[in-house]
């Protein structure tokens, strides 16, 4: 039988999951629970001239929404292409060095539950965009999101084209296990290319600043947790054979040390 490397899954810790989560959820909680309106109306001002958002509809900031949208579909289709030629060229999937089946499939749900949980609290929240409230001559108030299961007026939190951006998170963590220096440009990636988007929405008076950065957050814990489901067992493996190696490898036999064995990823056809 051919022989293949094999791999630990990159290391989750107690400081990791604080990074992952508690830290970016109490965030997301403060500018839920208290928006920062003066801060926003500060930032957004800078762009508006007295009747209205002036790069609203310039020709160059129209095409340039078009266009950042083909992104998020062409990194979808390309995880799609890689799930068909590893069906048919009958890859393992979790064959070292390979963007197997089963994290391909992880990037394709990532991104698809990101976009639709901003759809669905934009459709929801009730807050309304820069350009229509009364800050800026428009007739709506300026509102914070209401959390609710009905559709309310307003449709403009979180940032929905942000979004186009940040549920690329999910690249990140499709490969840290596989490929880390990868999965770090795609963080990289994925940051500058939100903060392009949240600048331009800004300066057309569509989103103010908190709601872009909610967008962030939102696509940020959406892809953290559909990755510790997609990969649970493999964390709770690792959990325990942390915990047995710092307890001096005490408990277990051989039957336990085999079923806790670090989590790797191999070719099945060995087994």
Same mark, same amino acid.
């Given at each position: 039988?051919?022989?293949?490397?094999?791999?630990?899954?990159?290391?989750?810790?107690?400081?990791?999951?604080? $990074?992952?989560? %508690? *830290?970016? &959820?109490?965030?997301?909680?403060?500018?839920? %629970?208290?928006?920062?309106?003066?801060?926003?109306?500060?930032?957004? @001002?800078?762009?508006? +001239?007295?009747?209205? /958002?002036?790069?609203?509809?310039?020709?160059?900031?129209?095409?340039?929404?078009?266009?950042?949208? *083909?992104?998020?579909?062409?990194?979808?289709?390309?995880?799609?292409? !890689?799930?068909?030629? +590893?069906?048919?060229?009958?890859?393992? #999937?979790?064959?070292? &060095? @390979?963007? &197997?089946?089963?994290?391909?499939?992880?990037?394709?749900?990532?991104?698809?539950?990101? !976009?639709?949980?901003? $759809?669905?609290? $934009?459709?929801?929240?009730?807050?309304?965009?820069?350009?229509? !409230?009364? !800050?800026? =001559?428009?007739?709506?108030?300026? %509102? =914070? #999101?209401?959390?609710?299961?009905?559709?309310?007026?307003?449709?403009?939190?979180?940032?929905?084209?942000?979004?186009?951006?940040?549920?690329?998170?999910?690249?990140? /963590?499709?490969?840290?296990?596989?490929?880390?220096?990868?999965?770090?440009? =795609?963080?990289?990636?994925?940051?500058? /290319?939100?903060?392009?988007?949240?600048?331009?929405?800004?300066?057309?008076?569509?989103?103010?600043? =908190?709601?872009?950065?909610?967008?962030?957050?939102?696509?940020?814990?959406?892809?953290?947790?559909?990755?510790?489901?997609?990969?649970?067992?493999?964390?709770?493996?690792?959990?325990?054979?942390?915990?047995?190696?710092?307890?001096?490898?005490?408990?277990? &036999?051989?039957? %336990?040390? @085999?079923?806790?064995?670090?989590?790797?990823?191999?070719?099945?056809? +060995?087994?």
């Amino acid at each position: 039988m051919p022989q293949t490397q094999k791999i630990q899954l990159a290391p989750i810790t107690a400081w990791t999951l604080v $990074k992952w989560f %508690l *830290i970016p &959820g109490l965030i997301l909680a403060y500018i839920t %629970l208290y928006p920062p309106h003066a801060l926003d109306i500060a930032l957004s @001002e800078p762009f508006y +001239n007295g009747t209205k /958002f002036a790069l609203n509809r310039i020709p160059v900031m129209v095409w340039i929404h078009r266009l950042f949208r *083909i992104v998020p579909f062409f990194i979808g289709f390309s995880a799609l292409f !890689v799930i068909i030629q +590893n069906l048919r060229n009958k890859v393992p #999937p979790y064959k070292l &060095g @390979e963007v &197997g089946n089963r994290r391909a499939l992880y990037l394709i749900l990532g991104m698809l539950a990101s !976009v639709f949980l901003v $759809k669905f609290l $934009k459709d929801t929240t009730g807050v309304y965009c820069p350009y229509a !409230v009364e !800050v800026f =001559s428009g007739n709506a108030p300026l %509102l =914070s #999101p209401v959390l609710s299961f009905h559709k309310n007026p307003g449709h403009c939190w979180p940032s929905g084209f942000t979004g186009t951006a940040f549920c690329c998170f999910a690249m990140y /963590f499709a490969f840290r296990d596989v490929r880390p220096r990868l999965a770090r440009g =795609s963080l990289i990636f994925t940051w500058l /290319f939100g903060i392009a988007c949240s600048v331009i929405q800004v300066m057309r008076g569509e989103h103010f600043m =908190s709601h872009t950065l909610a967008t962030a957050l939102f696509d940020w814990l959406t892809c953290a947790l559909l990755y510790c489901v997609f990969f649970s067992k493999e964390i709770w493996q690792q959990f325990i054979v942390k915990n047995r190696a710092e307890d001096g490898g005490s408990t277990g &036999g051989p039957m %336990l040390r @085999e079923a806790v064995a670090p989590v790797r990823i191999e070719d099945r056809e +060995n087994r």
